[in-house]
């Protein structure tokens, strides 16, 4: 029993923290854009080079 008089407060305290973390990422913007963060991390940062470029080369030399 005393257990219960343990575990019943440290869950609601627990509880209390997650749901005040939640709030807090909500009034914050934490949710405003939930695919960009997904795609910048697949994105390389730098355009594809699909067409092939030769070197010039010096003839005269």
Known sequence: M???AWLIPA???LGLM???????ALRNGQF?????????ALDD???ANTAV???PTDRHA
């Not at 997650?18 to 807090?24: A, I, Q, T, Y």
């Open 2 to 4: 005393t257990s219960l």
């Open 11 to 13: 869950a609601l305290t």
């Open 18 to 24: 997650g749901l005040g973390g939640f709030l807090w």
């Open 32 to 40: 405003e854009d939930l695919e960009g963060a997904g795609w910048r």
């Open 45 to 47: 940062g730098e355009p």
């Open 53 to 55: 470029q030769e070197e």
